[in-house]
């Protein structure tokens, strides 16, 4: 491994930022904190590796191991840890949320310059705002608004139609094809596809005949689409994310796809065209959902699980086979062949039995 | 949700849209009109959502209750649900079909001036076609044929000794890496890779020793790609796709495959190197296909399906266990693990029972 | 199919390629040669299309037949299949590898110019080695440092703080967000997104809250990665890849995901974050690892296969439920929802039975 620089430089810059002291950090995010609470936090760092001006979390128990012997300046943590631990702490109810909040102080996103770059290639109808950042070789084609505080990626394609709300981040690559609106704040990571074609064919005798995709793609506010992830245009009405979506990298949202507010859905999975998901679900990573389908709000999908028909209430749901040394699952495998027959002949054996214990009373 | 000047221009663009009278519709498609078969149709739209000068279709039985109360100018529609229907119609054997062909009167393609982008980078021994169209910041390496009618998206990546066929259009940063041949009328959605090393590795002690990818990609007239789909180039003979392959997203197509003609696979399938598909299969998304492996022509594979061996007949085939509430489905999937033994229980007590039967007779 | 010219003019290509004397090769790779050994080779081609200039091998027992009507000038094999060979042949214990090596002599890898192309964007305080070839269009941000002998396609975009080790090689349109360190001999292809943001959100009233990931990633040397792959910068820590590991196209890593030397992972695979992944495993396709586990060295996953706990031990693993005609996997799929209830009833039977075994007696 030839990278020791990195890290290096990245502590390097925790050091430079500016310092908090605990008690002032418990007093911005309403902690209780409990020890010197004088000292000074320059960055974060994880519980086992974190130094004396680091603020470190302990959230899993599965880290649990790793308070005794931190030396981290701070540690955020849940109240029946605190007494365990070795150097001052902040106590929250949730130490994740909390530490998700106190590490963005210590954050460094690149500045962006505002100002459309030398070598965009911009539509003369296309209007963007005097604060939003155009990078490199951006290219926004007609009838497209690029609004305040927005910051694009090198190399971003913006196709007739678009809108991007405030304060929304596209990284390199992107490619709004055509009639997508992406809300405020949105976060899309490098090279997202979204407004492509939805996979809509009709079949006559020669071959294939493609479906016109006349629909866009309506993105909510908070929304953050994934790395190399896909979101097709509809067919006739709009595929539609609400407010705070959450996708992760490589999933892939069909034609006329809804999804509620607050839904995340993790790496690879897939929604297939019409499929309509509630709010607050979580999909897990590499699951599928059919199309045409409606998943209730606060569903839960465990990763590569196959949807194939309606939820219509929230829990948890799962399909798959159980992993298996390889030999086991062989021979278990070839017997779910024969469950159906399998379950025959018990039904077979009981009539067998219930004649047998009859007779002999 | 902040988007709705989107779907108002899209609508906007469909009034502005030339109109046909839908007997004029009726003669050039060849369908049968019934009601008043003078009005102008000028766009197309939803069944529940359509105004008077919009068409809509009904081919989903699903969407049958939206007849009743439909405003459409006239719906596309079986015979069966003619009489139904409280506005002009088109009858049409294929709804669908029918729809597709009418859609594309109203669909409008972005115009693209031929020529060739300032910013593009063109080696000096590349033909390109002058009624071609090379966009913003393309490469075009050395040997490759740009054909007559083509359209080049932004940032489009042709590699050495490609080919490009008439009318072919791709997306924005599509790359084709080398030795890729597209037929006539292929499109191709942003971010599509094709004729990327295939992923050929020997073992030596040392540990994994590169095996050079010499072949190319084949790609025949009329395919689609979709957005962020790879096809590797094969090690030493080509990948092939045949004509009028369909491919959704993110599809991942390994060296040497071969896929017959008309085949679709949905998005996320992947097809390991060397597989051969035949013609007229469909693929459902997220299902894998093996290494080495034959599927016969006309072979519908179901979603999330894994092909582990050859298919050797038409026919519709699946694989995996089904959805369940999460703690069922624990339940259920710890007795896989015990399947083979369940099996020999029920044979044992099968013995047991059939000699208890013997004594008593 | 209209892409002969592709194929033909590969073929060229190997003609005008320097040629070899079959004892050369055999000296310079170590092998026996049998029959006459004068001849030159200039070329590879597979065993049923080789002319009499051309290499070719054979590997797979799946090919054996091809090697009796073989044209080749000589055929690299394993010895029990040197007598069959109508032509003069290589003997090798191992074919594969001994051809990768050989193939490699008749690669003619694009040449690369050293130096920074016009339309490349570079930082002022980016380091770019005099011997490096950066492409087109390429962004190099601050804080970067590109080695000896690296070639960036066309369309690359290195963000802040990253490091490209010497002799590296990036495809088009490859992105390395931040913080992202390369060893030596890195090959990474077309469309990979390699350190955007891992996947963590907190959860408060409102909705999701991002965690900021402050982390990198760093790859080991001689790492491949393949095309549209994604792999997350770290939370905290970086997300690490030791050396020789290989990533086929579409692969997803999460933040923090650890994996060992010489790993290969097939097309389609994600891992979750945290997932720790030893040395010498092999991944098959679209197959998943669950976050937080750990996985021993030496371990193998079949394709489409749930890695649903750590798995301490090599060997090979495996889940999922066998293909089958629809019609059966339907009726035996509907059982799997019963095979807890199925096992109970097999207990109850094994009670009575053996209550009625014991009366008898």
Same sequence: chains 1, 2, 3.
Avoid at 127 to 156: F, N, T
Avoid at 260 to 287: D, M, P, R
Wanted: a negative charge.
């Amino acid at each position: 491994m030839h990278a020791p620089g990195n890290t290096l430089r990245s502590q390097e810059r925790m050091e430079q930022s500016t310092g908090y002291r605990i008690d002032e950090l418990a007093r911005r995010f309403g902690l209780e904190a409990r020890g010197d609470a004088t000292r000074v936090i320059r960055g974060v760092a994880p519980l086992a590796h974190a130094q004396c001006d680091q603020l470190a979390f302990l959230a899993n128990p599965r880290y649990a191991s790793d308070l005794a012997c931190t030396r981290a300046g701070v540690v955020v943590l849940r109240a029946e840890h605190a007494d365990a631990s070795p150097v001052p702490v902040l106590v929250a109810s949730d130490p994740y949320l909390a530490y998700a909040r106190l590490a963005a102080l210590f954050e460094h996103a690149p500045a962006s310059e505002p100002g459309i770059h030398a070598s965009a290639v911009v539509a003369a109808d296309a209007q963007i705002d005097a604060s939003a950042s155009v990078g490199p070789g951006c290219v926004i084609e007609s009838g497209s608004v690029i609004g305040p505080g927005v910051v694009l990626g090198a190399y971003c394609v913006i196709g007739p139609d678009c809108t991007v709300g405030a304060q929304a981040r596209l990284g390199a690559h992107v490619t709004l094809v055509t009639r997508v609106a992406l809300g405020k704040r949105v976060l899309v990571h490098p090279g997202a596809v979204i407004g492509a074609d939805g996979f809509g064919l009709a079949r006559d005798q020669e071959g294939w005949v493609k479906v016109p995709q006349l629909g866009g793609v309506r993105i909510g506010d908070d929304c953050e689409i994934g790395a190399n992830t896909t979101i097709d245009r509809g067919a006739l009405e709009d595929t539609v994310l609400e407010d705070d979506v959450r996708l992760d990298n490589q999933i892939q949202i069909a034609h006329n796809v809804q999804i509620g507010a607050h839904t995340a859905l993790a790496g690879c999975a897939a929604v297939a065209g019409s499929a309509k998901i509630g709010s607050n679900c979580q999909i897990g990573g590499s699951a599928g959902v059919l199309g045409h389908l409606e998943v209730a709000d606060g569903v839960t999908i465990t990763a590569m699980t196959l949807v194939t028909h309606s939820i219509r209430s929230s829990g948890v749901y799962s399909s798959g086979a159980p992993l298996e040394e390889n030999h086991a699952w062989r021979r278990n495998a070839a017997r779910m062949r024969q469950l159906d027959a399998m379950a025959r002949r018990i039904a077979a054996l009981e009539k067998q039995v219930e004649a047998l214990t009859k007779e002999r009373s």
